[in-house]
Each structure stands twice: as structure tokens, then as C-alpha cells.
């Protein structure tokens, strides 16, 4: 039975994807699906079974309901609210797929479900404003900068006092203003809010900011462009969708189009021989997945394989040598990601830090919950809280100084529940660790 999510959603088919590439090779949605045996080994360390200890909220549990609902025996129509529960409450955060002996990619099995079910999982405004980023560039940029500018002049602050924030529909720019820093007079000159082009003769890199490096975090961008242009001529592709907020949120075929626009593009600029960096390992992720958007199309599968082979992550260019000024304190890597949490960035990262501070570097038990990627808090509000308190309770009791994270959203959202809960730690994009 191939093809499954298709043929339940007849309609829709491009909607889906017919094939997934996980760590054992390339199977259908189905035999992925089909390919768990209940083990139950993945439960420990899944964030939500933790907290609601059921089966339903487990990767087991959704698994299982996946594939009742392809053998028929779960009806659609009449579960969707279970169904979209289980799927909207998953952080798609691929620890069960770590823990699991089959490499099963739940959260992959998780977006074909949401995808079925069709609902809109952000709150609408949110979701129009972040799809604009593709369809409206220009406009997306300039909704940004006015946001900036409504919460320096105090508007926010004022809807807040208001309760006006505290509506359903507005409680996400609640928790964004939360979440982002102070607006400071700087933030103004942000190089990439500029007109000039970062676009040398000859590139030797090509530089991809995430939404976070371009818009909400400066000192991001600009400590990734510090590291890359110490030794390339780098070219940097400025407010360009990787198609990510599709894959999670949006339409699949939205996605592949974005996508294969920034293959071609890559393709275009050197013959696509440059290497391509990001600072966000959800972007790198994503990117890596690719060739699985393309498996009905050979020729452009093809092409995305060349492309990945160009990825980088911000880790391939941090200095291997000693800092010339050590911190003090204990230090630890909060894997936060979306789809998995193994892989060569985070390995890097790992030998990176334990170079760095040795005995100052904190293990973490593969308990631990690290901070949900981007969007979960919005959605899940108060699973979200849940999950980042047990995180600030770990970093407490650990005495951690510093908690360094692969993405820059990650970051931010645990920034603000360590200065609630435990100032004497922060947290930093990892590439910050050279200043
Ligand atoms: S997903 Fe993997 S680890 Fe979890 S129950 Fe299924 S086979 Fe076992
Ligand atoms: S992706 Fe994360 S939240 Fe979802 S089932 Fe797996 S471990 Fe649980």
C-alpha cells in the first residue's frame, strides 16, 4: 500500500509525499509507518509522553493511530479532533527517531497527518504575516520593521496593560514580545536592513540568513558574516524563503516550489559549485531533506542531491583553535531542532564546546528536554511552558552558566524563561562563542 496520505486525500495528492528518506533507506509513507512494532523503546524520551504520560501523546501512540487510520479502522472524520491533537501537540523534534532501533521518522508521519487533516496550526495572523516572506518579500520586511518601530514607541507595551494581547487571536504577539529583545536604537542599522548589496565580484560562499539572523537578531547575522568572511568573499542572499515554514505549517507543493527556486538559484550562481550556509540547523535540516521533496521527478531529485552535497552549517566554520578568552562557568549544548538531534552539526558542535571548556562542559541525559523549535509555544502554550521549565529546573540544577543552542529562535524563547526563572544563566546561538 504506497502512497497512502495520497489516496486518503485523493485530491490533494501533490500534497504529500509519496517516499521517505530516513536513516535505512528510502521507504513509502505506509511501510514507515507500518515498520513500528511497539517496542516502546522511543517513550522516555519523547518531551510529551513525559508530561501527559499517554499513550496517545507518545511516538508510539501516534504511530499507531496512523496506522489504524490506514487500515481503516480509525475513521477520519470522526477522530479529527484526536487526530489533530496528537499531531499539533508533537514538537517534531525526531528524539523518538534517535531512540528508535528502526530510525522510525515520526515527525515525518506527524506533517503527513497534519497535511491530511488540513488545518491551519498557527494562529492566522501569524500565519499570514510569516507566509508573506515568500509571497511578499518587500512587504514581510517592511511589516517587520514597523513591528520594531510599534514597540519602541510603546505601542505593545500599552496593549498589554490593556489586556488587549490576552484575545485568542493576539496572544501570540504577546508571547513574541515576550520572547524578542529589547528594540534597541541600533537595531535600525541592522546591515542587512540595508540597500547595499553583500555581493563580492567572486564569491567563495553563499551565505543564507535565517528569518531570526535577518530580522530579529543582528548580532546573529553579523557574528556569522564576522567568521565566514575571515577566510571567504561571501555572498549573502538576503530575505529568500527556504521553503521551511511551508514544509511545517504551510502546503507541500508551496514548499518544493520555494525550494527548487533556491536549488536553481545555487545552480545559477557558479555553477553551483559554492557552498551554502546557514545559521539555523532547522534551515539545514530541511535543506537536507531536499531530495525526498523530488522523489517523483528524477531529473530535479538529481538536483537536489548536487545541491545538499553544497549545504554547510555555521559549525563548518567556527575556529578549532582555543578562545583567547576562556568564559567561566559551565556550559552545555541545547540541541533544539526540528526533525532530529544527531548528526554531524551536532556532533561538531559537541567537540567544539568540550575542546573549548572540558570539564566545564555538561553531559546531558538523554531525558532532557531541550527547547521546542520555533512555533510550538504559540500553538501549545502551555505544553510549551511545561517542557521549558523542566529545561530551566536541568540548567538549575546543573549550575549551567551558559546554555549554547544551534538556532537563533531557540535561543531567544529560552532566553526569556532564564531570565524569569534563573538570571545567573543565558542562552547564545552557538557561532556567539567567538564574540
Ligand atoms: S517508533 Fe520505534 S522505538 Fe517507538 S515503538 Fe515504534 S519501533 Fe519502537
Ligand atoms: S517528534 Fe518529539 S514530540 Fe513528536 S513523537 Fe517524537 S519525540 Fe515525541
Redesign the pocket.
Known sequence: MTDFFAQLDSQHTQKHLPSLQTPLGERSVYDSVA?????????QVCPTYLLTAEETFS??GR?QAIRLLIEGKLNLSRNRPLLKAMADSCLLCGR?TE????K?P?AEHILELRRTLQTKTLPPLLHKLLSWRNRRPKRFALCIRLGWMIRRLGVIRLLRTLGITQLNALSWIHHADDILPAPAAGLFKNPFWSTKTHAPEKPTFIYLPSLEAEFLMPDLGAAVLKQAAQKQHVLVWKNFSSGLFEYIYGDLRQSRRLLYRLIRRHQQTAGGKLPLLTDSIDVYLFLQKAPQLFSRWPKKKQQAQLFVQNLRFVTDILPKTPLRRIQSGRIRLDKSALFSCEGKPFETAEKILKTQFRKNFVECSYKNADTPAFGYSFVQRHLAHSIMMQNVQNIARTQTGTVFTLSGLSALELNFYLKRFYPTAKADHLVRLHG
Do not use: D, E, V, Y
Request: hydrophobic content about 20%; aromatic content about 6%; proline content about 5%.
Open positions: 515498520f513500528c512494532n511497539r517496542c516502546g523503546s522511543c517513550q511516538p508510539r504511530n523518538c531512540a528508535c532501533a528502526g522510525i515520526t
